[in-house]
């Protein structure tokens, strides 16, 4: 199913938006996306706040 993204409607964190913290065309992104919270919250609200997601069973783990 495609998606259709409104730019005007895209998370922003501290007054900066995604858009701000990647560049895909060069292969950077901030490490801001790695150890921001709200960034976190978010993605834990937007990624596993829906639908639970099995990784695996327990006894697949050492």
């Not at 292969?27 to 709200?38: F, L, N, P, T």
């Not at 706040?49 to 327990?58: D, M, N, R, S, T």
Request: hydrophobic share 35%; glycine share 6%; with cysteine.
């Amino acid at each position: 199913m495609d998606q259709v993204i409104n730019k005007n409607k895209l998370p922003q964190w501290s007054g900066e938006t995604i858009e701000n913290l990647v560049d895909p065309d060069n292969g950077v992104h901030s490490a801001r996306i790695y150890k921001d919270q709200e960034i976190f919250d978010q993605e834990m609200e937007k990624i596993f706040g829906k639908c639970w997601l099995l990784l695996g069973h327990e006894s697949q783990i050492p």
